[in-house]
């Protein structure tokens, strides 16, 4: 079978443009399994999985939990909140510790950015990245991708612009990767604060302004504002971001074509995207969300199939 050319997914940076394609096939698969009566394969009867999140999590969690089940793993839980992690466990030792109960594969969120990496080279189970800080947030991007193919048939060629907090998204940079790897143009539009200096070495488009963003581009990508990373002010108020970066009903139908609307979730309605917009048919964010689960076990199964057992 072809398989990934990696045996852990730490982010989208170290995978090639095959891998993405053998990645969506899969998910394919996958997709078809999900929608019948019977949502389960036995394909991975024999492995244990455990989900370790050191960071709150609603969509990720759920979905990678979700797609281990549907593939008759076993799995366990960790939160960082009810942990020994508190008492001053090493990272190493927590997950070893798990380990030496014969899980096979960890998925880990965690705020330091390269935690997944750095797990990686030490522990002896497949380790998929599910959010490092602000670094990448490798499976959101690949639903993210796949999204964009079942909405408009392909990746390629397309224009993508991911709007707002660029400087605290691990998604920003995910999606960069992956666009790009597909042969996307890409543009991040956003308060000048909120966009990383270098940014363009990248060889995307910087933009401060949305009007014109939205009328480059075939999709827009509206991140949050992610507050909690913030430790100085980067803008004045919330509202004035609204009015500046916000997306609302008005500006779409202004357009002289029908662009598709993407959020990575969580929302904040009213902020980055209205109402009207988030529950609009150019909207396709419950559609990444269902995207999710079959990305994930798409991952999930092809890692798994590079287990020796
Ligand atoms: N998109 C995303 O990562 O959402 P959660 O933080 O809820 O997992």
């Not at 014969?102 to 522990?123: I, Q, T, Y």
């Amino acid at each position: 079978m072809d398989n990934l050319s990696v045996d852990h997914l730490t982010g989208i940076e170290h995978l090639t443009k095959r891998d993405i394609e053998i990645i969506f096939e899969t998910a394919d698969s996958f997709k078809e399994v999900i929608n019948r009566p019977i949502k389960k394969v036995p394909s991975l009867r024999d492995i244990t999985i455990a989900n370790l999140f050191f960071e709150n999590s609603t969509r990720t969690r759920l979905s990678f939990e979700l797609a281990e089940k549907r593939l008759s793993a076993d799995v366990v839980n960790f939160s960082a909140a009810s942990s020994s992690v508190k008492k001053g466990e090493t990272l190493v030792d927590t997950v070893n510790n798990i380990l030496s109960m014969k899980v096979d594969m960890v998925v880990m969120r965690h705020p330091n950015p390269g935690a997944a990496k750095f797990l990686s080279e030490r522990v002896n189970a497949r380790v998929i990245n599910a959010g490092d800080g602000t670094h990448e947030h490798p499976t959101q991007a690949l639903l993210d991708s796949y999204s964009i193919r079942e909405r408009l048939g392909t990746v390629e060629g397309k224009k993508v612009v991911i709007v707002g907090d660029i400087l605290h998204s691990r998604v920003a940079l995910s999606n960069i990767y992956a666009l790009q790897k597909q042969g996307a143009e890409v543009m991040v539009c956003g308060p000048t604060t909120l966009i990383p200096k270098y940014i363009h070495k990248l060889g995307i488009k910087v933009s401060h302004n949305l009007k014109e963003a939205l009328e480059w581009c075939d999709v827009a990508n509206m991140l949050r504002i992610q507050l909690e990373r913030q430790d100085i002010k980067y803008f004045p108020s919330l509202r004035e971001y609204t009015m500046l970066f916000g997306l609302d009903k008005k500006m779409l139908d202004e357009l002289d074509k029908e662009i598709v609307v993407m959020h990575p979730g969580p929302i904040n309605r009213g902020v980055e995207i209205t109402s009207d917009v988030a529950d609009s048919k150019q909207s396709i964010i419950l559609n990444q969300v269902e995207n999710g689960v079959a990305v994930r076990m798409a991952i999930i199964y092809l890692l798994a199939s590079k287990i020796e057992r």
